[in-house]
Nanobody, 130 residues
Framework: QVRLVESGGGLVQAGGSLRLSCVASGRSFGRYAMGWFRQAPGKEREFLATISWSTGSIYYTNYADSVKGRFTISRDNAKNTVYLQMNSLKPEDTGVYYC????????????????????WGQGTQVTVSS
């Protein structure tokens, strides 16, 4: 079982920045693909960003078009943590942000579908005011 705990959400003005963190339990974090998703009120959970795991220093990332160029996903395996740096935030970025973990995939895999993830955090609220 993998436990994920997100933090870093809050209220920010449009154009501002936030950095979300997600800490994972267990000793195998370095071998998980990790993703960030968002769910706005009345909408389905949507993909934002994903990062593969690696045996070296090369990681594969993938982003939704809506956040490409504004959001950056990264990971620190020594801290069992994945980050989502969010810049140039817009009111439409408002929602609950979730991190997710997918063990058992290859090092070139960065899943973009929520159905491909096995473990989820409880979410952190991000509100962007106009």
């Amino acid at each position: 079982q993998v436990r994920l705990v997100e933090s870093g959400g809050g209220l920010v003005q449009a154009g501002g920045s936030l950095r979300l963190s997600c800490v994972a339990s267990g000793r195998s974090f370095g071998r998980y693909a990790m993703g960030w998703f968002r769910q706005a009120p009345g909408k389905e959970r949507e993909f934002l960003a994903t990062i593969s795991w690696s045996t070296g220093s090369i990681y594969y990332t993938n982003y939704a078009d809506s956040v490409k160029g504004r959001f950056t996903i990264s990971r620190d395996n020594a801290k069992n943590t994945v980050y989502l740096q969010m810049n140039s935030l817009k009111p439409e970025d408002t929602g609950v942000y979730y991190c997710a973990a997918r063990p058992g995939v290859s090092t070139v895999t960065a899943p973009a579908s929520r159905y491909e993830y096995d473990y989820w955090g409880q979410g952190t609220q991000v509100t962007v005011s106009s």
